[in-house]
């Protein structure tokens, strides 16, 4: 039965609680869980990381990630010692007990453990509901699947998988086992995202046949386009490499595969179109009502043996919907923009921060930042018709009750984990769940594929197969994993 709570946004009781282990608490899982420890429903039991701790992973802007953690414990000189950003499992076992601790007004608290292996994680931990996934790609479908099959909820970080076949497979486990799931699309519950939904379906621009998307990334944020190592560095202490590497093909360790920079190689990270795609492609799916694709071509600039290239365009057809046309999408990554429709005056600017999405109708354009903002509609003779001002919801901090904590993120990610944590007790899917974004990471996961190829691909969802595309593209679709991992 669902507690009390779980539909609105009363205080739950200390048996009302979720209990939820971290799987992976590097920078960005270390985030992701001190958000979760200002919500009052989630109780965070467990930690578990292959990196005891270091001080040289990502910071979003100068002292980042450790300002939040001094914001979250009160405590404006933590990590002073640290020479850079800090994580890992003893980091983050410190940051829950330390948190704790000062919201119970104990001098300490011992109740979060501590793993290495996310396997005696899920074997220990009897009382767990469920577990945060923020691993890097190539662990997100193994882990995801094993806690499912353990019995427990999971949130995942995008992309959801690192394949074709993960993504299918973790939708069929999840549906099998009935565990609630989502990923961290947080832009699925934005005003922003809803506001573009409802001008496409309005009929605005008329019949949709073609968007265009267009990202910095990844050259503005990690570098692609790497020839692979050929020596190999100390493994530093407290870091379990062959655990790391886990499903992907054993190598030498070396400082170019991680921290972070792991997105731009193929055994590991899914380059630009895994970091964001599915940001993007979320808004489009919703608003277009789209399925998986059913055909992908790729260019790119030059391409390495194990690692993505710098830039590179994908070209997508979906296919015609009940009384809607087919769609062209094309992807474009690395700083590459589509082409000015021809019309527009030369003063504007067609991109939000250098990035943006182009929707392209019967009667005229509809033109946004990547992230649904700035709407902009334009005739099909280049003339703004309409402009949207700016949605601007308050920050609000995830515990009301400690404004001292400051805010954390916005309401529509409040809204983002309520949503899996009401799944998780019995509530409607949340809008991320597996089986919503399966088709899209399907998409999205074939695309790399056509990168990697430089084929033309023709994809057969239903059979699950290629119709058109080599036996080395075929082969692609699901990885080989490294004995003994499985998930299957």
């Not at 997508?316 to 429709?341: M, Q, S, T």
Request: net charge neutral; glycine share 8%; proline share 8%.
């Amino acid at each position: 039965m669902a507690p009390r709570w779980a539909f609105g946004r009363a205080a739950p009781t200390a048996s009302d609680k979720l209990t939820v282990g971290c799987i992976g608490v590097g920078s960005q899982g270390l985030r992701v869980m001190m958000d979760l420890l200002r919500m009052p429903e989630v109780q965070v039991v467990a930690v578990c990381d292959v990196n005891r701790q270091s001080s040289d992973y990502l910071d979003w802007g100068p002292n980042e990630l450790r300002n939040k953690v001094r914001l979250l414990l009160q405590q404006p000189g933590w990590g002073s010692s640290f020479s850079g950003p800090a994580a890992g499992r003893d980091v983050a076992q410190s940051v829950v007990n330390t948190f704790y601790a000062g919201a119970t007004g104990k001098s300490s608290y011992n109740g979060c453990a501590s793993y290495e292996d996310f396997r005696e994680l899920l074997s220990k931990e009897k009382d767990l509901d469920a577990v945060v996934v923020s691993t890097p790609d190539h662990w997100h479908a193994l882990i995801a699947i094993a806690a499912m099959r353990a019995g427990k909820h999971v949130y995942s970080q995008k992309p959801m998988a690192h394949s074709v076949w993960e993504a299918r497979q973790m939708a069929t486990v999840a549906k099998e086992t009935g565990r609630a799931t989502a990923v961290s699309i947080f832009n699925a519950q934005t005003p922003e995202s809803g506001r573009v939904i409802d001008i496409v379906h309005s009929d605005a621009i008329g019949a949709v046949s073609r968007v265009d998307i267009w990202t910095t990334r990844a050259s503005a944020f990690w570098k692609q386009g790497l020839r692979t190592p050929v020596s190999a560095d100390p493994i530093p202490t407290g870091f379990n490499w062959d655990m790391w590497l886990g499903p992907a093909p054993m190598r030498p360790y070396n400082h170019a595969y991680l921290p972070f920079v792991w997105r731009a190689w193929y055994d590991y990270g899914c380059g630009a179109i895994g970091d964001m795609g599915e940001y993007g492609f979320d808004t489009i799916v919703r608003a277009l009502e789209l399925g998986p694709a059913e055909q992908v071509y790729a260019s790119s600039t030059e391409l390495f043996p194990d690692c993505y290239p710098v830039a590179s365009t994908l070209h997508y057809r979906f296919p015609e919907r009940a009384g809607k046309p087919a769609v062209e999408l094309n992807w474009y990554d690395g700083g590459i923009k589509p082409e000015r429709p021809a019309g527009m005056a030369p003063d504007v600017d067609i991109s939000v921060g250098g990035e943006g999405v182009m929707y392209t109708g019967e009667r005229g354009r509809l033109l946004t930042g990547y992230m649904a903002q700035s709407p902009r509609l334009f005739e099909s003779n280049g003339r703004l018709a309409r402009s949207w001002p700016p949605l601007m919801p308050p920050d609000q901090p995830f515990q009301p009750s400690r404004p001292e904590l400051g805010p954390s993120a916005t309401a529509a990610d409040t809204a983002h984990y309520m949503e899996w944590i009401k799944a998780c007790h019995g509530g409607p899917p949340a809008s991320t769940n597996y089986e919503f974004e399966r088709p899209i990471v399907e998409s999205l996961m074939l695309g790399n594929v056509a990168i990697r190829t430089q084929e033309l691909l023709q994809w057969d969802t239903t059979g699950f197969r290629l119709t058109r595309g080599s036996e080395r593209a075929s082969a692609l679709l699901k990885p080989a994993f490294r004995h003994p991992w499985s998930a299957s």
